[in-house]
Nanobody, 123 residues
Framework: QVQLVESGGGLVQAGDSLRLSCAAS????????MGWFRQAPGKEREFVAA????????YYRDSVKGRFTISRDNAKNTVALQMKSLKPEDTAVYYC????????????????WGQGTQVTVSS
């Protein structure tokens, strides 16, 4: 059983930076594609970023390109999301997810999910 635990969320002001981390246990982390999703109250969970097993390929939704960076450290079984120039519309619960078959922008492709960490950006 794979377990994912997010950390690093908090309350920041617009323009600030925040780094989220996700620690994985119970599986072959280095073989998983990893992704970050977010969900604001009353809205659908949406794709944020993804990274391949080797870290060689990354993907981002258009609204975060140039501001967010996804990375992974397979030796430590962690994936991170560095967020810069945060905007109020980035406010959401952020979830990390793991896929044993692919790296994807689609929720259904992911097999394991963390509990989420809250990010709140004030104006």
């Amino acid at each position: 059983q794979v377990q994912l635990v997010e950390s690093g969320g908090g309350l920041v002001q617009a323009g600030d930076s925040l780094r989220l981390s996700c620690a994985a246990s119970g599986g072959m982390f280095s073989s998983y594609g990893m992704g970050w999703f977010r969900q604001a109250p009353g809205k659908e969970r949406e794709f944020v970023a993804a990274i391949s097993w080797s870290g060689g390929s990354t993907y981002y939704r258009d609204s975060v390109k140039g501001r967010f960076t996804i990375s992974r450290d397979n030796a430590k079984n962690t994936v991170a999301l560095q967020m810069k120039s945060l905007k109020p519309e980035d406010t959401a619960v952020y979830y990390c997810a793991a896929s044993y078959s692919t790296v994807s922008k689609e929720r259904y492709e992911y097999n394991y999910w963390g509990q989420g960490t809250q990010v709140t950006v004030s104006s």
